[in-house]
């Protein structure tokens, strides 16, 4: 006979699995919900959302948790922990690689038809203001060739002794920077983050501001169970809310989230499927899919892409030519009629 204890543990073992039931179905439910709107929607499977962040903040591993969170599998689709040192710039130690991961990063035999997510590995936050502006303006829209790294943008300017202004002459706006750009931007920060990076956060908000397509900003907290009792959280969430200009929409535009990430963080959490990990990394990617967050266009495409070259200075000799002839014309026949000519009329010239 089983004691009472045993009872009671197998009862909240019961329950605990019953929650855990209830919370896959819920990220089934939105999972399915996610995948019909980017099948039905062009707009949402073009969708290309680039996470911004300072180095470590958790951007590589959001990548691999929405990966997982989708497909219920981990795998290490983008490289995180190293804060990509491998392929940085040892001087600096800041490493600038943009990588693109089309379907969310998961095998399109399985999905098919989801947005692209970019990894842009870790911005510098004590970086001059001009600079971190340009670079971001290059890389969010769409400026920056694909296979070059955004290290070199860097190196252009401090390494070549190019001025910014020569920085935004090589990378100009061509007719392939639309296909690149992004269409929505996720900041990431840790919730044990130290300091609020206040000089990238408006160093995005201004490109966005003066940028040629409105792009809708969100915040993203990771490393949530860092802090899930720390006195000092509210003031950073405050800050990334205000910062970021989230202030009255953040049941629209930020996320809460524990990520899937490798032995650092305790207890590790791969290669397992968590639903409970997943739910809120599901809803936040709802929130980036909704229609409405989509890119707006500050004018017309027409009036900035397909404006006319100015006219060649040959153009401009023979409309002159052509508006010479005109009027020669019109004096000839005015002057070559007598019947017309003020002074042509003979009868008149005797009229005394
Ligand atoms: N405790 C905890 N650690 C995390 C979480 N997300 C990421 N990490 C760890 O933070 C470190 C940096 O993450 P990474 O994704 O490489 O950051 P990135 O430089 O912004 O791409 C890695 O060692 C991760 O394992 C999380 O939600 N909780
Ligand atoms: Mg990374």
């Known amino acids: ?12 073992a019961d329950s605990e699995e019953n929650t855990e039931n209830e919370i896959e179905e819920k990220c089934e439910i939105i999972r399915q919900r996610i995948i019909e709107k980017c099948e039905k929607q062009l707009d949402l499977r073009q969708r290309r959302i680039i996470l911004i962040g300072p180095p470590g903040a ?30 940085g710039d040892a001087e600096s130690g800041i490493t600038l ?48 060739p694909e296979n070059e790294r955004v290290q070199a943008l860097f190196d252009f300017v401090y390494r070549e002794g190019n001025g910014v202004k020569d920085l935004r002459l090589k990378y100009p706006e061509t007719r392939e920077s639309r296909d690149l750009e992004a269409t929505c931007i996720v900041f990431v920060l840790n919730a044990d983050s130290d300091n609020v990076p206040e000089s990238l956060m408006k160093a995005v908000t201004t490109v966005v501001m003066n940028g040629p397509r409105q792009i809708r900003i969100f915040g ?40 899937y990430c490798d032995a650092n963080c305790q207890p590790p959490r ?22 409405a967050n989509r890119a707006i266009d500050r004018q017309k ?19 002159l030519s052509i508006f010479i002839a005109l009027v020669a014309v019109i004096l000839f026949a005015v002057f070559s009629n007598p019947s017309k000519h003020p002074t042509g009329n003979k009868g008149n010239n005797s009229g005394f």
């Not at 006979?1 to 909240?12: L, N, P």
């Not at 981990?74 to 922990?81: C, D, H, K, Y």
């Open 220 to 259: 993203l907290i990771t490393k949530k169970d860092l802090a899930e009792n720390e006195e000092g959280y509210p003031r950073l969430r405050e800050a990334l809310v205000s910062n970021l200009g989230l202030v009255g929409v953040t049941n629209q535009r930020l996320g809460e989230v524990k990520c």
């Open 58 to 87: 958790g951007k590589s591993s959001f990548v691999n948790s929405i990966a997982a969170a989708m497909s219920k599998s981990f795998s290490m689709v983008a490289e995180a922990g190293s804060f990509g040192d491998s392929r």
């Open 270 to 291: 791969q290669p397992w499927h968590y639903p409970a990990l997943d739910l809120p990394i599901l809803e936040f990617l709802e929130l980036l899919l909704d229609p």
């Open 97 to 144: 690689y943009l990588s693109d991961f089309l379907n969310l990063g998961l095998e399109e035999s399985k999905f098919d038809d989801l947005p692209t997510l970019i990894d842009l590995t870790g911005l510098p936050n004590n970086e001059r203001l001009d600079l971190l502006q340009e670079v971001l303006s290059i890389v969010i829209y769409g400026r920056l």
């Open 1 to 12: 006979m089983s004691s009472k204890f045993e009872t009671s543990q197998a009862a909240q």
């Open 301 to 319: 495409p027409s009036g900035r892409r397909l404006r006319k070259p100015p006219m060649s200075w040959n153009g401009k000799m023979c409309l």
